[in-house]
């Protein structure tokens, strides 16, 4: 019932020529199967590029040890630093746009 016959088809191709045209039907043709070209390639380029990308990402050298002792707190030689963080002023968004 639902199954695609030869005459569906034969009828198919004759609404596109009398709509189309028998001179742009070939045209169309054409250009969608270059339409599929680029769309081919340009895919693969992406993927190519993202392989580019994870190779890019893995690390160039081997991690190094640090050189130097390591003091913990209460050892001798251990420095803490007493230094509070920089506070900037607040500053009111509103006051600061009407003051321009």
Do not use: C
Not at 14 to 42: H, M, N, Q, T, Y
Not at 69 to 89: K, L, N, T
């Amino acid at each position: 019932m639902g199954a695609l016959k030869p005459w569906h088809i034969i009828v198919f191709v004759v609404v596109l020529v009398l709509l189309f045209g028998a001179k742009r039907l070939p045209d169309a043709a054409r250009s969608l199967g270059r339409s599929l070209r680029i769309i081919k390639a340009e895919t693969k380029g992406l993927i190519d590029e993202n392989n580019d990308v994870a190779e890019k990402a893995e690390p160039q050298h081997a991690r190094q040890p640090l050189n130097g002792e390591v003091y913990q707190p209460g050892q001798q030689g251990y420095q803490q630093s007493q230094q509070p963080p920089a506070q900037q002023p607040y500053v009111d968004p509103v006051q600061r746009t009407n003051d321009r």
